[in-house]
């Protein structure tokens, strides 16, 4: 059975920094797309990051480029979200999940964590 879990979420300053981590077991992780989804009160989920195989290829929605990096450790089975320079507009709970297509736009392959909730404070 495959699972993903989620860590790293907490209230955060506007500006600040915070790094989520995603966990897999029971699927081959080195051969799996991973995406970092997100979803705000009110709105639709909504995909913003994902990866392929290596730490060589992403695709990022143009709201988070240049500030949120995601990139993986095959080695530990986890995928990570570097979040910098938040911003109150951030505030969601966050998902990873397994990824069918990274591109325009995200799709997931029906995987998902149960999510950590990211608070964006002035």
């Known amino acids: 059975q495959v699972h993903l879990v989620e860590s790293g979420g907490g209230l955060v300053q506007a500006g600040g920094s915070l790094r989520l981590s995603c966990i897999a077991s029971?699927?081959?992780?080195?051969?799996?797309?991973m995406g970092w989804f997100r979803q705000a009160p009110g709105k639709e989920r909504e995909g913003i990051a994902c990866?392929?195989?290596?730490?060589?290829?992403?695709y990022y929605v143009d709201f988070v480029k240049g500030r949120f990096t995601i990139s993986r450790d095959n080695a530990k089975n986890t995928v990570y979200l570097e979040m910098n320079n938040v911003k109150r507009e951030d505030t969601a709970m966050y998902y990873c999940?397994?990824?069918?297509?990274?591109?325009?736009?995200?799709?997931?392959?029906?995987?998902w964590g149960q999510g950590t909730q990211v608070t964006v404070s002035s």
């Open positions: 999940a397994t990824v069918d297509w990274c591109g325009d736009p995200i799709r997931s392959a029906g995987v």
């Open positions: 029971g699927l081959s992780f080195d051969d799996t797309r």
């Open positions: 990866i392929l195989w290596n730490n060589s290829s992403t």
